[in-house]
Nanobody, 119 residues
């Protein structure tokens, strides 16, 4: 059974930090690109960051560049999103996504973790 389980969310004050983790199982994790996608209340999904299979290439939403980092540990089947200098506009449900870089681009999603940035 494929599973992506996010953890590490919570409430933090503006300027604070959180590290989200995503534990993967049931598929060949090292063969999948990994992403974080968020959805704020009343808004559509927003892609945040991605990392390729080997971890050598990363990309970020412009509004989080310099504040967020993404990393992965293929030996542990884990992907992380380190979030710093958090802003109220970062408040959202954060989802972990695995997508194969090969046709048919099979994709898996986690159940999400809530991040709330508020004073």
């Amino acid at each position: 059974e494929v599973q992506l389980v996010e953890s590490g969310g919570g409430m933090v004050q503006p300027g604070g930090s959180l590290r989200l983790s995503c534990a993967a199982s049931g598929f060949t994790f090292s063969s999948y690109d990994m992403s974080w996608v968020r959805q704020a209340p009343g808004k559509g999904p927003e892609w945040v960051s991605a990392i390729n299979t080997g971890g050598g290439s990363t990309n970020f939403l412009d509004s989080v560049k310099g504040r967020f980092t993404i990393s992965r540990d293929n030996a542990k089947n884990m992907v992380y999103l380190q979030m710093s200098s958090l802003k109220p506009e970062d408040t959202a449900f954060y989802y972990c996504n695995a997508k194969s870089p090969l046709f048919p681009r099979t994709s898996y999603w986690g159940q999400g973790t809530q991040v709330t940035v508020s004073s």
